[in-house]
């Protein structure tokens, strides 16, 4: 369907579209049920992938869906899927969610969120009466966060077979517990939910998510269309120097380490940064050895986390960080290490111009705007044509017990987002 066909319908039954039967009661009390799994006393949440509250969870969307008649279904890495059947049930299905594991010191939204608002949105698709031709699934990612298994979107990357099955299920936590043992501990808990195959291709895919960031909150809007996620390399640079007598050693004969690293660092955040502040460089994370008071570094290690959007300008700048650190390591030595490398990604065209249309309908304020943080929505789009939806974040604070979104902002973005599935679903 057109752009100006999904117009015309929309004008046609206004009543009917399925945003005015987004239940704000029901989608808020569903997120403070959710809350209380995995609560902690500072009013955050602790959800660790693979966990018993992370089943907890999972159990519990399960069963809301059960309620509203749609299928639930598991994969191999224990992502849960809730659907909708449409009345063309072999055309390929329209897919949204997000993850329901947190960080150790995690907030209510970041994640769930977008679970929750992919139900909620399906459920007043069903309750507008508005057929759909093709199939609407709900997706709970396992482990996004990468907290206890690292890394991070292992659900989503494995379904977009970005990295196997088979290495994810052997990626051990800090006790050396694997993917593989953890799953089957919580086997027996999901015995009622069928498996489906790994990977089923889909159609769509859009997931709404907190921002995460100031910017809308800031800019006093309701609602972000993302157009991509920023690219990410990481760096683990070791210098080397010699060990000596702090009292003894003259400074012309010493090879300082920290030194030459405090020049590294220096040099670097000079050269990285652009006028427009648009380059991300951060060393947070400086290991010095023997890290004695009265003895000279003889070998200093830090980590170094650059971001940029544009794919050609971050591996510019990301060739800066080795030929930087050679040039100033002298009397030392340096040695340095790419530890991770995410490309920019950009979201489909398409799908921006849908999210934008449904805001604009719906009378809601809204912004373009890049994703700081990593989604599934990233590792999906190396697939398919997936988006994202950005509601605010309340003094951008994340990853925090004190991380909020207004319930109006929360309504608002499941409200767009239930007219963008329905109007993909009859595409
Ligand atoms: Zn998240």
Redesign the pocket.
């Given at each position: 369907m057109s752009m100006t066909e999904h117009q015309s319908l929309t004008q046609v039954d206004q009543s009917a579209r399925p945003s005015n039967f987004v239940n704000h009661e029901r989608l808020n009390a569903r997120l403070s049920e959710m809350a209380k799994i995995g609560a902690t006393p500072g009013g955050g949440v602790n959800r660790a992938a693979l966990t018993p509250e992370d089943a907890k969870a999972q159990l519990q969307l399960a069963r809301w869906a059960t309620d509203l008649g749609l299928f639930v279904t598991r994969d191999a890495i224990g992502n849960l899927f809730l659907r909708l059947e449409g009345t063309q049930p072999e055309l390929l299905p329209v897919l949204s969610g997000?993850?329901i594991d947190s960080q150790p010191t995690g907030g209510k939204f970041?994640?769930i969120y977008g679970v929750i608002a992919a139900l909620e949105a399906v459920q007043a698709i069903v309750e507008s009466g508005c057929a759909v031709s093709r199939s609407v699934e709900v997706v709970a990612w396992v482990n996004?966060?990468g907290s206890r298994f690292a890394p991070s979107m292992m659900g989503s990357g494995v379904y977009a077979v970005l990295r196997s099955l088979d290495a994810a299920l052997h990626l051990v936590d800090a006790e050396g517990v694997s993917v593989k043992a953890a799953l089957q501990q919580l086997e027996p808990l999901f015995t009622s939910i069928p498996m489906r195959p790994m990977g089923l291709p889909i159609y769509r895919y859009i997931e709404a998510?907190i921002e995460?960031g100031p910017v809308l909150e800031k800019d006093g809007l309701e609602i972000g269309v993302v157009t991509g996620i920023q690219g990410k390399h990481t760096y683990k640079v070791t210098v080397t120097g010699e060990a000596a007598h702090a009292g003894t050693a003259p400074h012309k004969t010493r090879k300082d380490a920290l030194l030459a690293a405090a020049g590294m660092v220096t040099a670097l955040a000079t050269e990285l940064c652009d006028a427009q502040d648009i380059t991300r460089f951060t060393v947070g994370r400086l290991n010095v050895y023997p890290n004695a008071p009265s003895v000279v570094p003889q070998e200093v290690v830090f980590s170094v986390d650059l971001r940029h959007p544009d794919r050609e300008l971050l591996e510019q700048l990301s060739a800066l960080v080795p030929e930087v650190c050679n040039r100033m390591a002298a009397p030392c030595s340096a040695h340095v290490e790419r530890l991770y490398t995410a490309a920019p990604i950009e979201f489909d065209q398409r799908l921006q111009q849908n999210i934008e249309a449904a805001a604009r309908d719906l009378g809601m304020t809204y912004r373009f705007m890049l994703s700081a943080?990593g989604?599934d929505a990233g590792p999906i789009q190396s697939k398919y044509p997936a988006g994202m939806i950005f509601v605010p974040s309340v003094s951008g604070i994340t990853h925090n017990e004190a991380e909020l979104t207004h319930p109006r902002d929360l309504t608002n973005g499941t409200q767009v987002l239930a007219n963008v599935l329905w109007s993909l679903s009859m595409e």
């Open positions: 997000s993850h970041d994640g996004e966060e998510h995460q943080a989604h």
